[in-house]
């Protein structure tokens, strides 16, 4: 039986006179893997921020695994399994490979285990993104998709039962989109972890995911399963409006 | 390995160094190793965490003060007091940092740099306690005065210090601070307590602080607002500064060469604080990484040719 | 009841100079995130170039006061584009460098002038009855007139101008301002001189009636960033209000409680602002 995952009800969120995100209703059951698309300035970033804790809605609540997490921070959030990575990576410049993801799992807070047995389980979620013969590079020399891949490997080091994704298909080429999606097929089904992930890449997000959830201006304008997205008037006339803009 | 065969010599120099040292350079060291003390706490915050504070000569300030009034008033012996002085000095650590850290760094910074002016204008004018300007006499830790007694004492604080600072630093700690250092939203996001992260690391750098406040004093036996001065704050920042903050070595290598230099300055006038200065605007600006960092990159274009 | 009145007038004397300092600073902290710690030496600087100015070089004080404001103001350009500029995003470091800065000055200070107290001319003297109950001194009030005047100045200056509202579109939100091709390398550096000007203009104000120290920068800084923090980081208005909350409580309890413990009700507001309302009377919350 599916469960609800991530609940959503009436959030939203203004940067000034800006409204980012209006009133936003959203389900995410768990297993599932959901694209979360629309135009430049949409609200879709805003929404992971507000997810993820790094600021708190301005109304509405939001709920994981069915607590209330609206009021938490960032931290408290991580820990109860939403991991996520960013739209522009953030890996931890003046750190090697294996350090970077430590961190990670020290912000597990679990106790009981020795720094050299966290190692070591560094090192597994390295192999797992192919950056193990890299573990001792600063993470600011490795190039954008080998940062890709640490940022991911980051996030899947939390050991997240929800994963946000934020364009992590950005800049590669069509063979890294392939390996990209390939891990992403894994994460699903060989982890378990639901994904929520945001994209560009049309091609790919309307391939990969069971259902799409479609923002413009900060409303959620349509959601449902790809092939119902792709012929949708309202769906296309956002993505007009932006190349005419 | 590499390590083992530069500390070893190091160690014994240290060791049979004062049996060849006049009392004045003997005086000349307690006082580098004091400033080591100092700076390399400062850059467990600063360099470590990213976090300025203005207020860790204040926090000697309360080490001194605290341990030799209670000696001077009802008589506790500074090998008590000097502790009674770390906790409280850490636990003005730990309410400034809570106040401050949560509105960030700006905020630390302001607030601190506060805090020392007004514990300077509290000392400068509770002159019935604290003897102002003036000073206020202290006994020291022995009966017996010997510089070389003090030497050693500070040596091996300076140690256990640095052993303590060394083991943080490579601890799951340590790297929890760096990585606030390097990316806070990105910390946070891995499940990091970064509030709670830059106020133990204040914490325990403002202890570290009052202790060494409270062996300075009671090795000068007479104690000034000089201690807690900004001007005292500003040595400590440009002794990490210009060593390399953010490094291990760099903050000592620093303590030394400036607290030596200012020796030889000294000769001239007061204009030690003016060309530090400059020198730290300059490496600042030009070589962030300090010294530390301009031997390490000479080092890789030798081995690279 | 008169005396309590004078001290009360003396308050917010003090206090629109301090609100022309503390926007000094707010101005810098809003645009580019670097607080200004060599803040207290500008200030102290203009002082000392319009004593100077006058009293060396025989100038004006009506043209040493302006003059000695205009070489702080370029001063302040220096600093941003030599020292403050290739720091730009890393906070520690701007932290530093102003820091340093401000110990570098004051030595210089005491180098160049000398350790004593130095007081430009008036501009005026003689004083005026104020409403029958006592005499106030005319170069106090003609201070408070400039000061206002000032006030005026940088409030057209933000709300009305150009540079007024790019400043405000970087205050909110950078990334959205570089989109509106806001140059934000020339803001930055006309609003560290502005910052700078300010600092050197509530030092020219205040220079003919409290002498100036080297050694007074850092309570004057100290002020300038209490004021900041209780108005709410970056804002105007909130830095006139603070300004002159803490300039009269300052003389109030300079007169009745204690005047060694001027700055210290400073701190006291400074520990208040924190654990009641860190983001000030009017700053946005987060």
């Not at chain 2, 600042?284 to 080092?299: L, N």
Request: charged share 15%; proline share 4%; with cysteine.
């Amino acid at each position: 039986m599916s469960r609800r995952i991530l609940e959503g009800k009436g959030v939203a969120k203004s940067f000034g006179g800006l409204m980012a995100l209006r009133q936003i209703d959203f389900v995410l059951e768990e297993g599932e893997i959901v694209g979360l698309i629309g135009p430049n300035g949409a609200g879709k970033t805003t929404l992971f921020n507000v997810v993820s804790g790094v600021y708190p809605p301005d109304r509405g609540e939001l709920f994981f695994d069915g607590r209330l997490i609206s009021s938490l921070k960032p931290y408290q959030i991580c820990r109860l399994g939403i991991g996520r990575t960013f739209q522009i990576v953030r890996p931890f410049l003046k750190m090697t490979c294996l350090e970077n993801i430590l961190i990670s799992l020290i912000g597990r807070g679990e106790r009981g285990k020795t720094l050299e047995e966290k190692k070591k389980e560094a090192r597994e979620f390295l192999e797992f993104v192919g950056l193990r013969n890299r573990e001792n590079s600063l993470a600011k020399d490795l190039t954008l998709i080998e940062k890709k891949r640490l940022e991911v490997a980051r996030a899947l080091a939390t050991k997240p039962k929800l994963l946000l994704l934020d364009e992590v298909l950005a800049g590669l080429n069509p063979s890294e989109i392939l390996q990209a999606l390939e891990l992403i097929h894994v994460i699903r089904t060989q982890m378990k972890i639901t994904i929520f992930w945001i994209e560009h890449v049309m091609g790919a997000i309307m391939k990969a995911s069971d259902r799409i959830i479609v923002l413009d201006q900060g409303e959620k304008i349509k959601e449902g399963k790809p092939e119902e997205i792709v012929s949708d008037p309202r769906v296309i006339e956002a993505y007009l409006g932006e190349s005419n803009a | 390995m590499m390590k083992t065969w530069i500390s070893l010599p190091l160690i014994f120099l240290l060791i049979f160094l004062p049996f060849f040292l006049s009392q004045y350079w003997l005086h000349v060291m307690i006082i580098s190793l004091f400033y080591v003390m100092m700076a390399s706490s400062w850059n467990l915050i600063a360099g470590y965490t990213g976090q300025i504070s203005f207020a860790h000569a204040a926090f000697a300030g309360v080490g001194a003060y605290v341990s030799g009034m209670l000696a001077v008033n009802i008589g506790i012996p500074p090998w008590l007091g000097i502790f009674v002085g770390t906790f409280v000095a850490s636990l003005l650590g730990v309410g400034l940092g809570y106040l401050c850290i949560r509105m960030g760094g700006i905020y630390l910074s302001l607030t601190t740099l506060g805090f020392s002016e007004i514990l300077r204008i509290i000392i400068t004018n509770e002159d019935r306690w604290t003897r102002g300007t003036m000073g206020l006499q202290i006994p020291g830790f022995f009966t017996e005065y010997s510089k070389m007694s003090y030497y050693f004492l500070f040596l091996i604080v300076s140690a256990v210090f640095l052993f303590i600072l060394y083991r943080l630093i490579h601890s799951e700690m340590g790297l929890s601070f760096r990585a606030v250092l390097n990316d806070e939203l990105a910390a946070a996001s891995s499940g990091i307590d970064t509030i709670r992260v830059r106020i133990l690391a204040f914490t325990i750098s403002s202890a570290m602080a009052g202790m060494a406040g409270g062996l300075y004093g009671h090795y000068l036996m007479l104690i000034t607002p000089d201690i807690p001065s900004l001007g005292q704050m500003f040595l400590v920042l440009a002794m990490a500064v210009i060593g390399g903050m953010g490094s291990f070595i760099g903050p000592i290598l620093g303590a030394f060469v400036l607290e030596v230099l200012s020796e030889y300055i000294r000769i001239y006038g007061e204009y030690h604080v003016l060309l530090f200065g400059l020198v730290a605007l300059g490496v600042a600006r030009f070589a962030p990484e300090g010294m530390v960092g301009v031997i390490k990159k000479r080092w890789k274009v030798k081995e690279s040719p | 009841m008169a005396e309590f009145l004078m001290y009360f007038t003396n308050g917010l004397v003090i206090g629109v100079i301090n609100a022309i300092s503390a926007i000094g600073v707010s101005l810098i902290v809003g645009i580019m995130r670097v607080i200004n710690f060599a803040h207290g030496e500008l200030y102290i600087f203009a002082g000392y170039f319009s004593y100077h100015l006058s009293l060396t070089f025989g100038l004006s004080p009506i043209l040493a006061m302006p003059l000695s404001v205009f070489f702080i103001f370029l001063i302040g350009i220096l600093m941003e584009r030599l020292l403050i500029r290739p720091t730009y995003g890393d906070e520690m470091y701007s932290l530093i460098i102003t820091f340093v800065l401000s110990i570098v000055l004051q030595n210089s200070a005491l180098l160049i002038f000398g350790p004593y107290p130095n007081k430009p001319p008036a501009l005026i003297s003689g004083s005026t009855q104020i409403f029958g109950l006592f005499h106030y001194g005319n170069q106090r009030l003609l201070s408070f007139g400039i000061s206002i005047g000032i006030l005026l100045f940088v409030f057209y200056l933000i709300k009305k101008t150009w540079f007024g509202k790019s400043v405000r579109a970087i205050s909110q939100d950078r990334e959205m301002a570089s989109l509106m091709g806001i140059d934000h390398w020339r803001i930055n550096m006309i609003s560290f001189g502005l910052g700078a000007a300010l600092a050197g203009s509530a030092g020219v104000i205040i220079a003919p009636i409290f002498p100036v120290t080297p050694t007074g920068s850092s309570a004057i800084s100290l002020t300038a960033f209490v004021v900041v923090v209780l108005g709410g980081m970056g804002s105007l208005k909130g830095c006139v209000v603070g300004g002159l909350i803490l300039g009269i409580l300052e003389n109030l309890g300079a007169a009745y409680v204690s005047t060694m413990y001027r700055h210290i009700f400073a701190f006291i507001i400074l520990i208040l602002v924190l654990v009641f309302r860190p983001w000030g009377l009017f700053g946005q919350k987060t």
